[in-house]
């Protein structure tokens, strides 16, 4: 089955400064890879998307990549702010399996 | 904008009891998913579920667990016989089209076993 693993664990940076997310995953048949955002004790938000055909998209502040040979997504997000703070789930989704797989997640902290 | 609305909030149940977890996504939706995630942890995959039956689930899913579309809206997850790990947070999701489209997230069941 597919296996996405997601690093960092924990994030802390400076309000203004970048923040890079990183996620892997092991099944080729994946082909849509989502962010969530999730807010202590809320719902997982999608902030942004990508499909295997398309190596970058971007939202305003934030960007995610795909290197669909690697194996490999990331979120991008820039300028950051204080409610940025929360945590950052990937996923890879597989319409043949009809699942999708998240990673660990990573608490982000924007310090003001 | 349209929603995925959970109820309960919060249930609180004796191990051994059953459990009915109620969603109602949103309308024009075709595909509705359970997730779980306990505290602190990731959200990990249930079940999915298209055209009036169970597309694909977890390993999660064993036979404690039922899905069921008793009526045009609503989309049930029971469990029977809970046991103290089956406490969670119980998420439910719809999506217009399959699993490669995004999924709409409802506000969550908090399941209290004691």
């Known amino acids: 089955g597919e296996n996405v693993e997601q690093h960092p664990s924990t994030l802390s940076v400076q309000e203004g400064d970048s923040a890079v997310i990183k996620c892997t995953y092991s099944d080729s048949a994946s082909n849509y890879f989502p962010w969530y955002k999730q807010e202590l004790g809320k719902r997982p938000q999608l902030i942004i998307d990508i499909r295997s055909n398309v190596g970058e998209k971007k939202d305003q502040r934030i960007a995610v990549t795909l290197n669909k040979t690697a194996k490999h997504f990331s979120l991008h997000i820039t300028e950051t702010q204080p409610e940025d703070s929360a945590v950052y789930f990937c996923a890879a989704s597989n319409p043949n399996a009809g699942k999708s797989t998240f990673g660990d997640g990573t608490t982000l902290t924007v310090k003001p | 904008e349209p929603e995925v609305t959970q109820t309960p909030s919060h249930q609180v149940t004796q191990m051994g009891q059953e459990v009915i977890l109620r969603c109602v996504p949103i309308?024009?939706?075709?595909?509705f998913y359970w997730y779980r995630q306990i505290l602190g942890q990731k959200v990990e995959f249930l079940v999915s579920f298209y055209n009036n039956e169970i597309s694909e689930k977890s390993e999660i899913f064993d036979d404690q667990f039922s899905v069921e579309r008793p009526d045009g809206s609503n989309f049930t997850l029971k469990i029977r016989s809970t046991k103290l790990e089956d406490s969670a947070m119980y998420f439910c999701?719809?999506?217009?089209?399959?699993?490669?489209?995004?999924?709409?997230f409802g506000d969550g069941t908090r399941l209290s076993i004691l």
């Open positions: 999701a719809s999506s217009e089209a399959g699993i490669d489209q995004p999924q709409h």
């Open positions: 309308s024009n939706h075709l595909y």
